[in-house]
């Protein structure tokens, strides 16, 4: 038996428990790992309260999609990996198939990736879901090229951070837009070029002032909600405006019209374009693996939480005054 956390019905925090659960023998194409660390998303916040783009199919219901451990047993078919080796999990799966929030867990190998030396299990469980986020919307899907700005809305969260790394990395400028000035200073050391604090400024205004009035080649907006028509204004010709969050909660107005139908690109994006792709997902990987090796990638790391304290590990999630990834321990 493994401790597991599950939630028989939709809720707040409290509907999680920490269960006793058989984990199993893995399957065809599956492992088993034992988790030493895993990321909170907020997807998981989403799908635990049923608010996320899938709904929960069964009870009780499982979470987790980001974890690091060592590999406990190997399925049948399963080939590349063996017993005894550290890796990481990575959002390819359904929270209705398979959930990392457990001290062992089956996972499919298609979502594995090797933890390189030196890594961690709370980096490993922390960096691979930002990162292959942003490197598929910036590069993959994005084309962004040095010179190009990116801006980044959310900026403080674990996504919003790994987006101000991969900007820089690329040689573009990356604007952060976070709601206070709590986080400002943070996130300039963090590679902000510049910070905006939308509670304070008018957030359109500011990028066009910064952009010489061009608009920026690409926003990048986890909060979507009435203030996409705001971001849209400060779109340059042709770019475009990625919607990969909607933590407003509230209704998504297309704003072209509005705007008098400028070129403007407005795309919904999730990293399972990168992760549930073989061939983006090698490149994906290589990509995020080669920016840990030199430095310019590395785990933001807000707090640990132990597995025992899940349910105070999301309201923490929910407090919004996170700066970069929630880690919890087993
Ligand atoms: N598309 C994908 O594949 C994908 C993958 C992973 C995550 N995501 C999305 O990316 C976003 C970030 O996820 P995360 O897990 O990295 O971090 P997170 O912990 O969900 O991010 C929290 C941060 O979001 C900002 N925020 C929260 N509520 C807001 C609101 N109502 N209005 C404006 N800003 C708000 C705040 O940043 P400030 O304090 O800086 O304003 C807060 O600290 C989420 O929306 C998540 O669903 C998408």
């Known amino acids: 038996m493994t401790r597991t956390v599950r939630f028989h019905e939709v809720g707040g925090p409290e509907v999680m428990r920490l269960e006793d659960v058989e984990p199993g023998e893995p399957g065809p194409g599956e492992v088993r790992i034992r988790v030493d660390a895993i990321g909170v998303n907020r997807a998981e916040a989403l799908f635990r309260s049923g608010r996320y783009i899938e709904p929960v199919k069964r009870f009780p219901a499982g979470l987790g999609s980001e974890a690091a451990g060592v590999i406990e047993a190997v399925g049948p078919g399963v080939t590349g990996f063996e017993e005894g080796q550290a890796v990481s999990v990575v959002p390819n799966f359904s929270y209705n198939d398979y959930g990392m929030y457990a001290e062992r867990a089956i996972a499919p190998a298609s979502s594995l990736v090797p933890r390189p030396d030196g890594v961690d299990a709370v980096s490993g469980a922390a960096v691979w879901m930002p990162y292959l986020t942003a490197y598929g919307a910036m590069v993959e899907v994005g084309g962004m090229r040095a010179g190009d700005v990116a801006v980044v809305n959310a900026a403080s969260s674990s996504v919003g951070l790994a987006a101000i790394h991969t900007a820089n990395r690329l040689g573009a400028t990356p604007i952060a837009v976070t709601r206070t000035d709590a986080k400002r200073q943070r996130l ?143």
Request: glycine share 10%; with cysteine.
């Open 188 to 330: 300039i050391e963090e590679g902000a070029a510049e910070v905006i604090v939308s509670d304070e400024e008018d957030v359109a205004g500011r990028i066009l002032a910064l952009t010489g009035g061009r608009g920026a080649e690409y926003v990048f907006d986890a909060v979507a909600g009435p203030g996409v028509t705001e971001l849209a204004r400060a779109v340059a010709a042709d770019g475009t405006l990625f919607l990969w969050g909607a933590q407003s909660g509230q209704p998504t107005p297309y704003p072209g019209f509005d705007l008098g139908m400028p070129a403007l690109n407005l795309r919904t994006y999730t990293v399972h374009e990168i992760t549930r792709d073989p061939r983006r997902m090698c490149r994906a990987a290589a990509f995020v693996a080669s920016g840990l090796r030199t430095g310019a990638f590395r785990a933001v790391v807000d707090r640990l939480f132990p597995l025992e304290e899940i349910v105070q590990a999301h309201r923490h999630m929910e407090s919004n005054t996170q700066f970069g990834k929630i880690v919890v321990t087993t």
